[in-house]
T-cell receptor
Framework: AAGVIQSPRHLIKEKRETATLKCYPI?????VYWYQQGPGQDPQFLIS???????DKGSIPDRFSAQQFSDYHSELNMSSLELGDSALYFCASSPRGGNGYTFGSGTRLTVV | SQQGEEDPQALSIQEGENATMNCSYKTSINNLQWYRQNSGRGLVHLIL?????REKHSGRLRVTLDTSKKSSSLLITASRAADTASYFC????????????FGKGTKLSVIP
């Protein structure tokens, strides 16, 4: 069965650069979530989208933005990158109602 | 304070023994989920227990939920070396909010 696809798997950027992470949800899942997991930390909720509209907002910095497109894939845009942005970024999708979450394998972002 | 605090933070057992991990949370929930994460990899959904359920089984996993104490436990019976991973509980709060709030996680090491 198709899973949640994230790209790229690994990304190295320099400070002050920008990065774009992509997430392709499971077909027929209309809700997408983004989480950030720092080294040795628990995943922290950033933002979610339902039917291409932002539905919930967590601890997402103002330097980050995200959107969901008509094909339901989502992109997380990160600007003015800082060393502290180095983390695993997970995308998850679910049908409306929030049960049956499926996480992608994550994008490991390293800011140098 | 952090929702979903795990206890213990680290656990080391011999293969064949049982492993019990606990989780506490602070607000009312719709459901509580347990996830497994191998080092630096994606989050794998293990089991979901709804707020009106008290116990649930799935293979070698047994989850309990005590909403009066706002706590849950995950029991892995007859552990195997392949169970070595970090285990997180995550709560989904009430209606209208679909993101998950993760705890700090328990790092389980099963020694062959």
């Amino acid at each position: 069965a198709a899973g949640v696809i994230q790209s790229p798997r690994h990304l190295i950027k320099e400070k002050r650069e920008t990065a774009t992470l992509k997430c392709y949800p499971i077909p027929r899942h209309d809700t997408v979530y983004w989480y950030q997991q720092g080294p040795g930390q628990d995943p922290q909720f950033l933002i979610s989208f339902y039917e291409k509209m932002q539905s919930d907002k967590g601890s997402i910095p103002d330097r980050f933005s995200a959107q969901q497109f008509s094909d339901y894939h989502s992109e997380l845009n990160m600007s003015s990158l800082e060393l502290g942005d180095s983390a695993l970024y997970f995308c998850a999708s679910s049908p409306r109602g929030g049960n049956g979450y499926t996480f992608g394998s994550g994008t490991r972002l390293t800011v140098v | 304070s952090q929702q979903g605090e795990e206890d213990p933070q680290a656990l080391s057992i011999q293969e064949g023994e049982n492993a019990t991990m606990n989780c506490s949370y602070k607000t009312s929930i719709n459901n509580l989920q347990w996830y497994r994460q191998n080092s630096g990899r994606g989050l794998v959904h293990l089991i979901l227990i709804r707020s009106n359920e008290r116990e649930k089984h799935s293979g070698r996993l047994r989850v309990t939920l005590d909403t009066s104490k706002k706590s849950s436990s995950l029991l892995i019976t007859a552990s195997r070396a392949a169970d070595t991973a970090s285990y997180f509980c995550a709560t989904r709060s009430g209606a209208g909010s679909y993101q998950l709030t993760f705890g700090k996680g328990t790092k389980l090491s099963v020694i062959p």
